[in-house]
C-alpha cells in the first residue's frame, strides 16, 4: 500500500525538472524571412513587428533559445517553420526587414544555441 501512495504521489507530481542543456555549437544553414510577408504573431506570440531579434527554427530547438550566429550576433527562436526539418544539417532562419538582408546572410554558419539564464 505504501508503495502505492509513492507512485501516486510521484505521478501526480510530475517527472523531475530537466536539467539545463549544454549549448550545441557547430555548422547551421542559415536563411532569412521577411517580418513584411507576414502579420500577426510568431509560434511564441511574439509581434512580428518587434525590434527585437528573432528566428525561426526547427522543432529540435526550445523556444526561447538564443542562437548566437558567427558574425551576425545573438537571435531568440520565436518562432517555427517547416524548412530543413528531417535533414542532419540543423537551421536558423532569421527575420529581416528586406530580401537584400535575407540574401547576405544565406548560407552556413557556426552559430551556439543555448537555453537563456533564468
Do not use: K, Q
Not at 557547430?26 to 513584411?36: A, F, N, S
Amino acid at each position: 500500500m505504501l508503495g502505492l501512495v509513492a507512485l501516486l504521489v510521484v505521478a501526480l507530481a510530475g517527472p523531475p525538472e530537466a536539467p539545463t542543456e549544454a549549448p550545441w555549437c557547430g555548422p547551421t544553414r542559415i536563411t532569412g524571412y521577411l517580418r513584411t510577408d507576414f502579420s500577426g504573431l510568431t509560434y511564441d506570440e511574439t509581434p512580428i513587428w518587434t525590434e527585437e531579434r528573432i528566428a525561426a527554427a526547427s522543432w529540435d530547438v526550445a523556444l526561447g533559445s538564443l542562437a548566437e550566429v558567427e558574425g551576425l550576433g545573438v537571435f531568440r527562436v520565436a518562432d517555427r517553420g517547416h524548412l530543413g526539418n528531417g535533414t542532419p544539417t540543423p537551421w536558423l532562419d532569421i527575420a529581416v526587414w528586406t530580401r537584400a538582408e535575407a540574401y547576405a546572410l544565406t548560407g552556413y554558419r557556426n552559430v551556439c544555441f543555448r537555453r537563456p539564464a533564468a
